[in-house]
């Protein structure tokens, strides 16, 4: 199943894709894609539905993130071993953690904005894991049955802000309009390996990345067991599992950034594709 979440900025409602790829609005049957819905047995109960005899959408309808009330986006930093290298950093033994903040979340075709102050905004194509059920301490052979589905995001990342201004990380990730999610939560029934998808992203129309989820070098049962460990992991909240070379930051002879008037094309094999213009902030 394709779940989506439809309509204006802050009032979306839930809606599912039927099997002609239309969008459909589910709202008289269910409030909202948040963690309550996401459940094993909830997932189970929607298979029933006819969703092929629900409303259509209009086509230029807009789609929000796909899932309501996110309490947390975990990040894991340095999980493809070619973007390590390129940013000059090493593999690290264990998984870098950061947050990003539910503030940051923006549509899949929502405008990117350039924070002011901004010198150095960068990209970063991610899968993203959307948990189902509530996740402490678990091992990696049970961690995928915690799993609601996948989604596509953007870890749009101010890399001065990141890395030039101290502390931790967490500065340079939650900006506004940075967490794009989308367009749409695709169930595992769809996804049999998360670990053979093909992933990239394109600025204005150039090809920057592209890889495969294998290239993972923690994939993502190892990630919710170690994840778990540390933080536990509730229904509705989203874990990005890093992103492959091709950043701004990883460009020769120099890095590259994004700038007013830019356009992120972005996707995951069977996840959809975002598709993002990248404008300045009013306030800068």
Known sequence: MKLIRHGAAGAEKPGMVGSDGVGRDVSMLITDWDGAHLSPRSLQA???LDVDGLPPLEPDTRLGCPVAGVGKIICIGLNYADHARETGATVPPEPV?????????????????????????DWEVELGVVIGSSARHVSADQALAHVAGYVLVNDVSERAFQ????????????????????????????????????????????????????????????????????????????????????????????PLFLKDGDTLHLGIAGLGEQRSPVIADARR
């Open 163 to 254: 890395m030039e201004r101290g502390g931790t990380w967490d500065k340079g990730k939650g900006c506004d309009t940075f967490a794009p999610i989308g367009p749409w939560l695709v169930t595992p029934d769809e996804i049999p390996d998360p670990h053979a998808l093909p992933i990239w992203l394109a600025v204005n129309g150039q090809r920057m990345q592209d890889s495969n989820t294998r290239e993972l070098i923690q994939g993502v049962p190892a990630l919710i067991a170690y994840v778990s460990q540390f933080i536990t992991l509730h229904p509705g909240d989203i874990l990005s599992t890093g992103t492959p070379a091709g950043v701004g930051l990883g460009q020769k002879p120099q």
């Open 97 to 121: 953690i950061f947050m990003k903040p539910a503030s940051a979340i923006n549509g899949p075709f929502d405008p990117i904005l350039l924070p002011p102050g901004s010198i150095k905004t």
């Open 46 to 48: 929607l298979r029933l």
